[in-house]
């Protein structure tokens, strides 16, 4: 990562890796078109020249730059005092101060850290939503996805959420596009095949007795007839053009994923996320991608059966293959957070909060996929960011407060939590001694 204080914040981001070809996802600031650095604002204050670059390379990606830019491949080291002023300027305060601690705690000078973090108090945050990179022009140009009439298939797995189910497959009877089939992989006790009667679509229902959504999803796409494959779930609302704007986007950027956007029932896409921009993350519940990138990638990982995060190993896998994979806010859906069924019934509803004293925290898979991709280092930086305020329920996960309570009150329950956490680690070596359970799409 181009500021090595990064690992602290952002230990497992996609990008803090290279992809295969050895170049990293953050454009060589000279390399850019005028008009796009015309978007980014240098910052004087920096020490160094280098961190000067660096700070633009990090806008450029932030702002939502797409370009064939040439990418670093390599980072020198900045003063330490420029890696706090980057700390301050794109994340909260209190954060600047974890770093400061987490410096002092791993033995690095005290003197050249209270230095770096005291004398860049006064810097102030910066907000990256202004002056974003804009692609007016991105809906109105010909798509050829669309005008051939591409077959589009749409893979939704389901267990035990008919109610849900019916909402999210009236929502693909008023899509603007309708060269599209379904595979609905229905796990559901008792299977209510006359359900699907009452739509008008072009389901194709799979029946599967074992409650598991990775190989159900699998089993999908080996099925899937269409050259698009668009991914969503049984407890989300998606708009009526969802399909024709994930193919624009597929199309527009010459892209080889379009990465939906969420955002929970009630709200609203969060201003971070309301441009295009490169994808930092990938989800089963709202994204459209080529069938053959399964071809090329694998399918989906089956040690993360009944737990979490096989989509974001996933999304990483496409990542690190160099592919292009955008984030699309107008192909956004609404999480309805269904309180019953799929994974909440498999026991999981969060990755990091466990319904035992003595279950793994957090599920196993999490520590698989950090250990096997970023190693035990990144992992344990990424436990010390998110342990302690997982201690807070689930429906406080928002409450910057409560979860500041979290943290003290993991203090308090630390051998508890310690643990817990050895529970995860251990399970997870099995997992990583294993391998993984990657099929190859036929």
Known sequence: MLFKFLKYLQPTSYFQLYRKDGTSIFPIVSKLPVEITQKLTPNPEFKSELAKEYDLSWQAIKKGYFGN???????????????????RLYFHPVWALYVFLIRLFTFKNPVTEWKGWNSTKKVKRKNNSEKIIIYPDWDKNPSKLINEGTLVSVVIPTLNRYSYLKDVLQDFEKQTYSNFEILIVDQSQPFQKEFY?????????????????WLARNTAIEKAKGTVIALSEDDVRVPDIWIENHLR????FDADVSAGVFY???SSIPKDRSFFSVASQFATGNAALYRNIFKKTGLFDRQFEKQRMGDSEFGLRVFLEGMKSVSNPYASCIDVKAGTGGLRQLGSWDAFRPKKWFAPRPIPSVLYLYRKYYGSKRAIYSLLKTVPPSVMPYRFKKNRKLLLVGVLI???????ILIQVLISWQKASKKLTQGAKISELS
């Not at 830019?69 to 700390?87: L, N």
């Not at 993991?410 to 508890?416: M, Y």
């Open 69 to 87: 830019a040439s990418t670093y491949k390599t980072f020198e080291k900045v003063p330490v005092i420029d890696e706090y002023r980057f700390i």
């Open 197 to 213: 009667r009452q739509f008008n679509l072009n389901i194709n229902l799979i029946r599967q007795e074992e409650p598991a959504l």
């Open 249 to 252: 986007c597929l199309d527009y």
């Open 264 to 266: 929970p029932e009630g």
């Open 410 to 416: 993991s203090l308090f329950l630390f051998p508890i």
